[in-house]
């Protein structure tokens, strides 16, 4: 996913240069040696900081370096939907309310519904007229098995009672240029990769899958406006750390991270990576967002049906 690990690189950018080593009246002690972000399957976040990617076994390896860590704020994982997804989809080796406990979200990310202009479609109501009147013509990319890109399909699928071919790729931008060569015929892609295909008139964008419009493509309609007011899938990126880390750490961190992500020139380079801001979220806020997350996640899961999404990643 593109968009977030550029997002991932300008927040360790940014936030390198916030005084967190400053005293407070707030964890005084915190930081008293480097912290190190790991990074999964996705981006690179303080001062001082080391990054340290961790991209292997769809998460588990960056989640296991920050759930052995000592509690301390001192080892911060970089989360995304991969965490909460492979919670819902029972992939995880850990356990993600009890074995940690959330920081920070950096941003909010919308994904786009796209289609090749060959299909004679202008809206999601069409797009589902056209499925159902010619089936088996539709295939739809994914980023890959039990990825957001093809659960948005296969959701789709089941709110519409169509019956579009799902096609995974090996990530993002293999889904989007399989659609722009009309290889497949739609995509549900991060919004900042599909705007500039959308804008070139390479591909039609129909509706995003955001309660809310998105900022980079503000003339789409939700998939909630388009008639489907369950659909409601963000992407985000944020900082979860080691469960028993200090409340006091934990604010900290929380405030640092708010102080960068609310600083201009930081808000202008996240959007341009497809980032949207975020609310001012405290770690309650947080707490509540990622629950929320897993609870979408499971809502969409339970609607297309784990084993059927479980079959299809044994048969590939």
Same mark, same amino acid.
């Given at each position: 996913?593109?968009?977030?690990?550029?997002?991932?690189?300008?927040?360790?950018?940014?936030?390198?240069? @916030?005084?967190?080593?400053?005293?407070?009246?707030?964890?005084? *002690? %915190?930081?008293?040696?480097?912290?190190?972000?790991?990074?999964?399957?996705?981006?690179?976040?303080?001062?001082?900081?080391?990054?340290?990617?961790?991209?292997?076994?769809?998460?588990?390896?960056?989640?296991?370096?920050?759930?052995?860590?000592?509690?301390?704020?001192?080892?911060?994982?970089?989360?995304?939907?991969?965490?909460?997804?492979?919670?819902?989809?029972?992939?995880?080796?850990?356990?993600? @309310?009890?074995?940690?406990?959330?920081?920070?979200?950096?941003?909010?990310?919308?994904?786009?519904?796209?289609?090749?202009?060959?299909?004679? #479609?202008?809206?999601?109501?069409?797009?589902?007229?056209?499925?159902?009147?010619?089936?088996?013509? =539709?295939?739809?990319?994914?980023?890959?098995?039990?990825?957001?890109?093809?659960?948005?399909?296969?959701? =789709?699928?089941?709110?519409?009672?169509? *019956?579009? =071919?799902?096609?995974?790729?090996?990530?993002?931008?293999?889904?989007?240029?399989?659609?722009?060569? *009309?290889?497949?015929?739609? %995509? %549900?892609?991060?919004?900042? *990769?599909?705007?500039?295909?959308?804008?070139?008139?390479?591909?039609?964008?129909?509706?995003?899958?955001?309660?809310?419009?998105?900022?980079?493509?503000?003339?789409?309609?939700?998939?909630?406006?388009?008639?489907?007011?369950?659909?409601?899938?963000?992407?985000?990126?944020?900082?979860?750390?080691? #469960?028993?880390?200090?409340?006091?750490?934990?604010?900290?961190?929380?405030?640092?991270?708010?102080?960068?992500?609310?600083?201009?020139?930081?808000?202008?380079?996240?959007?341009?990576?497809?980032?949207?801001?975020?609310?001012?979220?405290?770690?309650?806020?947080?707490?509540?967002?990622?629950?929320?997350?897993?609870?979408?996640?499971?809502?969409?899961?339970?609607? @297309?049906?784990?084993?059927?999404?479980?079959?299809?990643?044994?048969?590939?």
């Amino acid at each position: 996913m593109r968009g977030i690990h550029v997002a991932g690189r300008i927040v360790v950018l940014a936030l390198t240069s @916030v005084s967190v080593s400053v005293a407070s009246a707030q964890a005084p *002690n %915190f930081p008293n040696h480097t912290i190190k972000i790991i990074v999964g399957p996705s981006p690179d976040v303080l001062q001082p900081v080391v990054v340290e990617p961790r991209p292997g076994a769809g998460g588990k390896l960056a989640a296991t370096a920050v759930q052995t860590a000592a509690p301390d704020g001192h080892t911060i994982l970089f989360a995304t939907p991969t965490y909460t997804l492979n919670t819902v989809m029972k992939l995880a080796s850990y356990d993600l @309310v009890k074995e940690f406990v959330p920081v920070a979200i950096i941003g909010l990310i919308s994904y786009a519904l796209v289609t090749h202009p060959s299909v004679p #479609a202008k809206s999601v109501s069409e797009l589902v007229a056209y499925a159902k009147a010619n089936p088996g013509k =539709l295939n739809c990319a994914s980023a890959g098995i039990g990825t957001a890109p093809h659960i948005a399909c296969e959701y =789709l699928n089941t709110l519409a009672a169509t *019956n579009i =071919l799902h096609v995974p790729y090996r990530d993002v931008n293999s889904g989007m240029m399989a659609t722009v060569g *009309n290889v497949t015929q739609m %995509f %549900f892609g991060v919004a900042t *990769n599909a705007k500039p295909q959308i804008e070139s008139g390479a591909l039609r964008g129909l509706a995003v899958s955001t309660a809310r419009r998105s900022q980079l493509l503000p003339d789409l309609p939700t998939m909630i406006e388009s008639g489907y007011p369950t659909f409601d899938m963000p992407g985000w990126g944020g900082l979860i750390t080691t #469960a028993g880390t200090p409340a006091d750490v934990i604010e900290k961190l929380n405030q640092e991270v708010q102080r960068a992500v609310a600083r201009p020139e930081l808000r202008q380079r996240l959007f341009a990576a497809g980032m949207e801001p975020p609310p001012p979220y405290g770690p309650r806020d947080v707490q509540q967002f990622i629950a929320g997350d897993i609870a979408r996640w499971t809502q969409f899961v339970d609607a @297309v049906g784990i084993e059927k999404l479980k079959g299809e990643a044994a048969r590939q």
